[in-house]
């Protein structure tokens, strides 16, 4: 059993921060790359941005220079650091990890956290 909790999420003014965190909970298991995803209304689920387990990072181009991404391996957590937050960030926002565990390898996925931003 593994679950992702996910936490920091809140309503923040345009031009400011918010740090997502997303930790996995469980037993014998080993996380491999780790993601964060948003969705908003009406708006397909995109990713923000990835890290893999060799901490090699992508992030969408809309984040760019504003989000990053980092992991604690020995926190099991996940990090999403939202500088300079835009109205057009506004979404429910999704942790996403490869996990092994029992030997197979698949997605888990967090409950999301929602992250508003006024103009």
């Known amino acids: 059993q593994v679950q992702l909790v996910e936490s920091g999420g809140g309503l923040v003014q345009a031009g400011g921060s918010l740090r997502l965190s997303c930790a996995a909970s469980?037993?014998?298991?080993?996380?491999?790359?780790m993601g964060w995803y948003r969705q908003a209304p009406g708006k397909q689920r995109e990713l923000v941005a990835h890290?893999?387990?060799?901490?090699?990072?992508d992030y969408a181009d809309s984040v760019k220079g504003r989000f990053t991404i980092s992991r604690d391996n020995a926190k099991n957590t996940v990090y999403l650091q939202m500088n300079s937050l835009k109205p057009e960030d506004t979404a429910v926002y999704y942790c996403?990890?490869?996990?092994?565990?029992?030997?197979?390898?698949?997605?888990?996925w967090g409950q999301g956290t929602q992250v508003t931003v006024s103009s």
């Open positions: 996403n990890a490869d996990i092994s565990f029992l030997g197979t390898i698949r997605d888990y």
């Open positions: 890290i893999t387990s060799g901490t090699n990072t």
């Open positions: 469980g037993r014998s298991f080993r996380i491999n790359n």
